[in-house]
């Protein structure tokens, strides 16, 4: 019988790993993605995480990570006659999925709804889940006193500024998409992915009913985003700093406290080791560039 | 000072004629646009005339006088992985376009705004109106009696029906477009373009106020959208045999009763010639396929 995992994921890091764990035989798997970066960008539905998402798990995902692999820019360039800020890349093979999003969410179709479409489209056999059909927006406030939507802080301002709190607008009031708690309860495994752990996994537990199940789940593993103490990409480990979580290993527990019951650091993290916090800690290489990296990883973490 | 003309005009045998007013010295030119063809495309608003027109004075239409020059269709056929029907084609530079306006106007901007903003995004001079608005719909009752919107009439079904009858959905409730009736008020002359009388122009018509004006305007000309008694593009001289109006110059003397003083048809159409039904024929050649045929016809009908 096939063993279901859910990953909880956001972009780049955790859909390598989602590759790997799709590329695993007899896994059933779902993946349930951020969408606190969510943003309408030239009047599209632009869901960076999930399409990230997809891309990966299609082979099909650019040279950085996300975007389309081998995409031109005819639509975005010409843009610029307008006027319009265009400093946001998006692809003309990426904006056709943008423009089949927009237009039927227009229609009246849930976000979970054409992303199940979407995957058809791309022949991904995995269930691939938006957090929250309702809107999630991460916030941040710099400790400047600014507030910053996501994309704000992250694309324009490069993730420069100190963090001083995030907020995800909206949480309150979101419910999980259709299917995620039901897959959650009955996976075998729930497995974080090597993702921010404030930026991209914290918007998806702030949906109360996801963390409730999360809590309750008798087998949840988390992956450090961390090598070396650093991130891969992105400001994970400045961020989790910035919010008192202090740095390395240790942060990346704190950032999941009372949620997780093992974490798989990279062998350069093995210190500390054995049970921090009553989290098993466990190393092995976590550097998963491609589909084989992150095969053996996610194969060594179902041995567990 | 600046001879001050309004054309109304359909899509591409208009718009070519708006480049030769337009190529025109001292000559101040509004073009008032069709919008009855508007229809929503892949969640998009797609005004065709519109674009046909604004590229056609940009100097940048496609070699079928629609689109633009030496379009790329990377999105369009993107589109067919997720089922969507992408017959109608939209290029990438096109696309951007649509994007742009449709944006904008979800953003609360009406047409006619975003139409200046695009104006002046392809630097044209000339000042380009939508007609309306307001939607206003043209819808064809066919023979058969089905009742079909503009687009699935004229591209899904390539005019090959039979017309019944022309409604202009929406026309009674439309008000003019800014600036419309000030224009035809504050003109020399209004010249009616080579467009589709019935598809057209009616459409443009249709919207009382801007009739009442025409009407009231002491100089009104146009020009017949036949050379042969046939043509060049699109269906026009079976839809107004269709609508009894008869054939050849008659017919568009018909389509146009009670609206112009003058119809300037082609050479190979002089008859009849002279006064006809109280509208003053006059043949010249209106074969206009670049700008400097279009700028000659443009001058002799100023001369006029």
Wanted: charged residues 20%; glycine residues 10%.
């Amino acid at each position: 019988m096939a063993l279901r995992i859910v990953e909880l994921s956001g972009g780049v890091g955790g859909a390598r790993f989602a590759r790997g764990l799709d590329a695993v035989s007899d896994v059933e798997l779902t993946v349930v993605v951020n969408v606190g970066d969510d943003l309408p960008t030239h009047g599209l539905y632009v869901t960076p995480d999930l399409d990230t998402m997809v891309y990966t798990l299609a082979g099909l995902e650019g040279p950085q990570g996300w975007g389309r692999a081998a995409d031109s820019f005819v639509v975005n360039a010409e843009l610029a006659r307008f006027g319009v800020d265009n400093r946001f890349q998006l692809g003309d093979l990426d904006l056709a999925l943008k423009i089949f999003r927009t237009a039927r969410m227009g229609a009246g179709q849930r976000l979970s709804e054409v992303t199940d479409s979407v995957r058809t489209g791309f022949g991904i056999v995995a269930t691939v889940l938006p957090a929250s059909d309702d809107p999630v927006r991460t916030i941040v406030t710099t400790r400047e006193g600014a507030r910053l939507g996501f994309q704000a802080y992250f694309v324009e301002r490069q993730h420069r500024d100190h963090v001083l709190r995030l907020d995800f607008d909206g949480a309150d009031l979101a419910r999980p998409a259709p299917g995620v708690i039901e897959a959650i309860d009955s996976a075998d495994v729930v497995i974080i992915g090597p993702s921010n752990p404030p930026l991209s996994i914290w918007p998806i537990l702030a949906v109360a009913e996801i963390e409730a199940a999360i809590r309750r789940h008798p087998r949840v593993m988390a992956v450090s985003p961390l090598i070396g103490g650093k991130t891969v990409r992105g400001p994970a480990d400045v961020v989790m700093a910035d919010l008192g979580l202090g740095t390395g290993t240790r942060a990346v527990i704190a950032a999941y406290r009372g949620l997780i019951d093992l974490l798989v650091v990279d062998s350069g993290d093995a210190e500390p080791s054995g049970e921090v916090d009553g989290v098993t800690v466990v190393s092995m290489s976590t550097s998963i560039p491609g589909r084989e990296e992150a095969a053996e990883l996610a194969r060594r973490m179902i041995a567990l």
